[in-house]
Every structure is written in C-alpha cells, then in structure tokens.
C-alpha cells in the first residue's frame, strides 16, 4: 500500500513536471475524447432518426403476413385469421402497441394527375402511436374512425396531383377476384412527414371502408406489434409467434427492411472503428509523450532502482502516470462532449443538404443521441488500448540497468 | 564481524578495442563497523568495487558477501530487496528524486521498505536534525545548496539504519568546509550507529579523515593502510 501511495505521489508529481507537455497531451485527449463520444452521439443520432422513420413507416417492429405476401403485396395475400380474432389477441397479449390494417397497392387520380400510392387502410385509434404522421399536425383533419369515407393524403402528393383538403378524388386499386376495385373519396386531410417521399407515397382511409371497397369481409393483409426499444424486438417477435396460427409468417423489422436492418448493425460497428481510429491517433502522442518522460528520467529511475526499488515498481509507475493522464483527459472530453451534446439537444440544422439526408432516409435536422453504451464504449477503448499504449515505454524504463541509467546522462 | 568480503574479483570493460581490468583478481574484507576509504586516480577500479558491493554491477568473475551472504548470484529483485534493507547509498551527484522535498527523498526507502506514515515522520525529523537540516525538510533539490543536497542524500542512506554504507565520490561537488563537514557527518555516524562505511574517493581530505585507507591501481590492492596505527 505504501509503495502504491509513493508511485501515485511520483506520477502525480512527475505528470506536471512538464506543464505544457501534459496539458497539450490532455488537450489532445480530451478533443479525442470529445470527438469520439460527440460523432458517435450524432451518428447514433442521425442512424436512430433514419431507422424510426424507416420503422414508422412500414410502421411495426414485427409484422404477421400471409407467406406470399412479402413477395407479392397484392390483396389476395390475406392473412386467414379474421380480423376479430387477431384483435382479441393481440388486445390481451400485452403489447406496447399493436394494429390490424390493409396495405395494398393503389393509383390515386386527381382531375389532372394520376399516381401510384400504398393504400393503408387504418383503424385510426389503434394508429395514432405507430404512424408517422401526426394526426395534430394534419391540414383538414385525420380519419375520425375504420370507417371514416374520408381519405388522408401527403401534403407533396396533393401539390403532384394539384388537389387539395375538400376536393374528390378515385382510389383504384384490385379485389382477390382480380377485379378493379375503386371508389371516389374526399380529401379531408394533408399529412406531413420528416421524409418526403412518405407524403408522396402514403395515403390513409379507414380500414372498414377498404375491406368492403376491396370486397375482403373482416380480413386484413398485416397484423403488426410494437415493442419499446427497436433495437431488442425479440420478447415481442416470441410474443406474436405464440399468437398466431399456421399460415403465416412473423417477421422482425430488420428483416422486413433489411436496409435498415444492415445499417444498425454497420454503425454499431462503424462506432467501434471511429472510436479505435481516433485512438490509434492519440497513442502516437501518448507513447512519445511516456518515452520522453522516461529518457529525461533515466538517471532519476536509475537511482530509484539502486536504492532498491523494484523494477516491477518502475513499470506500475510509469504505468500510473499514462493512466492518470488518460483519466484527466477522459474526464475533460466527456464533460465536453456532454455539455456540446446537451446544447444542441434541439436538433443540429442540415437542411443544406437536405436532399443528400433524404436520399439516406435521413431527416434535415440531426439529434445527436448520447448513449451510455458509447460513452462505455470510448471510455474503455481510451483506457485498456491506453493501458497496452504505455506498456512499451513502461517496459524499457524498468529494464534499465540501475548503474547504466544513472552514468548515462552524466 | 565480517560485513563485506571480496573473493578474487574480475571485471572487464571494453572501450573500444582496448579491454579494460576495472577488477583484476581483487580481494578484500571490511569488518562490521569499520570505516573505509577506496582511492585510486581515475579509472583505478574503485567505483567498480562499489558497485559490485552494492550489488549495482556484476563481477566477471569471484565471489561478493554481505553479512555472510553470497551476492552475485542473487536475481534482479532479490538485489533490490537487499539494497532497500541493508545498504545505503550516496552518490557523487544527481541523487535526490527531484519531484520530492527534502524529507519526502529522506522517507522514501523507508516508504518503499513498507514503514508506518508515524513512524518514518519521526525518524525523519530526528535525522533531518543530525545531519543539521531542520526547517529545510519542505525544500525540494533545486532550491537546495550542493552541501545542503548531499546532507539530504546522506540522511536518506542512514535513515532506514542499513548496516552498510557505501559513498561514491561524496566530496567531489562541495566546497572543503562542506566537505569537512560532511566527513564528521560520517565519522560521527559510524561510531554512533556502528554503521559500516565504505568511501570512494581521491579526495585527501576524506583519506585523511579515515582510519583505514586502501590504495588501488588497474583494479588491484596496491596499499591497505590502517591510519590509527601509522
């Protein structure tokens, strides 16, 4: 114990020996630090945005199809459960949320312009917490019910179709006979959405109107349940998979969007590469910076192992040393990343390149999001790789011959 | 007593081409309190002699005891443990720790050895008053005098009572009253805590002041003198 308290005295001391040494050191760890944590935060952030909306608009962490229709979403890929029952299931099963509907393709005309949609035939209630869309943030206003004969439209798809809230417009889509199917609607409301091509590519009528539009009595195409985190939906894919009867399949959202799917597990790994990159340029400061802390001390770790020292004492200190610079600088830069973090809680502003964002299914305002994982992540990192950094300098210093260190400087 | 015995001690040292017998076939016992000094112009052997006792340096070949213990064939950490618990170093120059105050150089063996925070305050305070620096024990080496240093550097190789002492040139930085009075320092030690003293040096002043001299040439005894008797 007396030997560890006089090694953290000599670290303590000989850290500060050389102020503009050690403080350009921290600076330089805790900007590593602090870019490590607050990219990663903004990454996270950005991958976070672009995997809810991508899951908000299939929208649903796991989904109960008929095996055909991933394949093939046409409307005579329904699911054999009548509706009834999937909704006495899923109601008890204890889900976050969950929701029945019909997703089948579609043509929307206007009196000047025609363009194929997704159709989501919706029981809005049950809706309301899985959409993308805010129903308070509707012009018009949203489905009122299942069976609601109003349609709900993107407020980009009614500028393609020059329409707008009030004015009529046909809904055409095919019946399990084959069949067109289609039907004159009034638009009763304009949705936004964080990625414009959901308000070209989305519209919403009331579930009950599209099973008898489509002539499909109480069946529906998707029977979907939502969890609280996207990240661990398996609880909820074996919750639905005890649910459901044969003849269906379960899918989870990373397999149903594989894009999406890919991209969470790339960043994962991404961080963990940014973090070590980040690293791998600091050890090159850190090293030399050990390495000629112990070549102006050789005389000084000489005679410290000729009064009787031991060599293993001459590593922990060095050791001791890199480790306490790592630690102040670790503590510098996560104050700082949290602090940059938390002043930009409101969002960081892209909407320069909005189009780029959007090609990635990215929103045109960042949210970085710090996580406990990440900053467990970078800090380890900074440490354990920081601990090996060090380890060489540590190393030779305690190899000294103790009559050799102290006769080589004079 | 015995406290150091050399037995047919070889060392070579090359410097360039040329060998160099820094140790050739020397020999030489001290006995438990004695007080001794090395001399012998540059290059003679005598700090090499010192280092081989202190366990700093192996010999090519022979044996070095300590209190009847067989030394150059100890590992690295078992030299270490014996150079914390027996032996006492001072060294010409460069040997204090210069991130620590006087009293924090004077505590660290005794820190290292594992002594109680007390305990080692206490020895401290009263050594710092022997070798007359009380008041100075918060200063670190660079705002110390030569003198001031080397008293430092004395205190910490007796503080922790090593039984052997082994001074390297101690003199050779200091003024001649510094000197002097670093001499009685010695003396006053040796004969107070019976501790055995080994001195080298070509100082006349420090070979006048001890009762036995030993005269070296190319690493051999060429004159062990006992002073008292002359």
């Known amino acids: 114990m007396n030997t560890v308290r006089v090694l953290m005295m000599l670290a303590w001391r000989n850290l500060w020996r050389n102020h503009r040494r050690t403080l350009i050191m921290l600076a330089a760890i805790s900007v590593g630090v602090w870019a490590m944590i607050f990219m990663t935060a903004l990454t996270q952030g950005m991958v976070n945005q672009m995997i809810k909306d991508g899951v908000s608009a299939l929208p649903g962490h796991v989904q109960v199809h008929h095996p055909d229709y991933r394949d093939d979403p046409n409307i005579s890929n329904l699911i054999p459960t009548p509706d009834a029952v999937l909704k006495a299931k899923f109601g008890t099963a204890g889900f976050d949320q969950w929701a029945t509907r019909i997703k089948v393709p579609a043509v929307i005309s206007s009196e000047r312009e025609s363009r194929g949609v997704t159709l989501l035939g919706i029981d809005p209630a049950r809706e309301r917490d899985l959409s993308f869309v805010d129903y308070d943030d509707v012009d018009g206003r949203f489905l009122e019910g299942p069976d609601d004969n109003g349609i709900v439209i993107g407020r980009k798809l009614a500028d393609t179709l020059d329409t707008e809230v ?22 009763v409301g304009l949705f936004g959405a964080n990625i414009q091509s959901y308000e070209e590519n989305y519209v919403f009528a009331g579930k009950g109107t ?20 996207y990240r661990d939906v398996d609880p909820v894919y074996e919750k639905v998979l005890a649910l459901v009867d044969d003849g269906v399949v379960v899918n ?14 790339v960043m994962d ?16 400061g850190l090293v030399n910076t050990l390495v000629m802390a112990v070549f102006e001390r050789i005389r000084e770790i000489g005679l410290m192992l000729a009064l009787g020292m031991r060599p293993s004492s001459i590593l922990g200190q060095i050791i001791i040393e890199s480790m306490l610079l790592l630690v102040i600088g670790l503590a510098l830069g996560n104050v700082l990343a949290w602090g940059s973090i938390e002043s930009l809680k409101g969002g960081i502003d892209v909407s320069i390149v909005a189009e780029g964002m959007e090609m990635m299914g990215a929103a045109s305002v960042l949210y970085p999001q710090l996580r406990l994982e990440d900053v467990v992540l970078a800090n380890g990192v900074v440490l354990i790789l920081g601990f ?20 080589k400087a004079d | 007593m015995t406290a150091v015995r050399c037995v047919d001690l070889c060392k070579t040292y090359l410097q360039g081409d040329q060998e160099i017998k820094a140790l050739d076939h020397l020999s030489i016992e001290v006995d438990a309190g004695g007080f001794v000094c090395l001399s012998s112009p540059s290059g003679g052997g005598k700090t090499t002699l010192l280092n081989a006792i202190g366990g700093l340096d192996k010999p090519d070949s022979g044996e070095v005891w300590i209190e009847g213990r067989r030394i150059d064939l100890l590992s690295k950490g078992e030299l270490a443990d014996l150079r914390l618990r027996k032996i006492g170093f001072v060294f010409q120059a460069y040997n204090l720790i210069p991130v620590l105050t006087a009293r924090e150089n004077i505590e660290f063996v005794m820190q ?18 022997e070798v007359g620096l009380t008041g100075l024990e918060d200063r670190r080496p660079a705002q110390m005098s030569g003198g001031q240093q080397q008293r430092v550097a004395v205190a910490r190789a007796i503080v922790s009572k090593p039984t052997l002492v082994l001074a390297d040139e101690p003199t050779a930085n200091l003024d001649s009253k510094t000197a002097d009075e670093l001499m009685d320092l010695f003396s006053e030690l040796n004969s107070k805590h019976k501790t055995t003293f080994i001195i080298a040096t070509h100082d006349q002043r420090v070979m006048a002041h001890v009762p036995r001299l030993i005269r070296m040439l190319d690493g051999r005894i060429v004159d062990d003198i006992d002073q008292h008797a002359v």
């Open chain 1, 252 to 265: 989870r959202w990373t397999e149903l969007d594989s894009y999406l799917g890919t991209m969470l597990a």
């Open chain 2, 112 to 129: 290292v050895q594992g002594v109680p925070a007390g305990a080692r305050r206490e020895r401290s305070t009263d050594i710092l008053e």
């Open chain 1, 210 to 229: 599209i099973q008898r539009l489509l002539k499909v009595g109480d069946l529906v195409t998707e029977a979907v349940a939502m969890g609280s985190d």
């Open chain 1, 166 to 187: 009030g004015k009529r417009i046909v809904l055409m889509s095919q019946d399990p006979d084959n069949d067109i199917a289609d039907r004159g609607f009034r638009v």
């Open chain 1, 269 to 284: 790994g991404f961080v963990l590469v940014w973090v070590i990159v980040i690293f791998l340029a600091l050890s090159f």
């Open chain 1, 388 to 407: 090996f950094a060090s380890l060489s300098p540590a190393w030779r210093a305690s190899r000294y011959q103790p009559i050799e260190a102290i006769t």
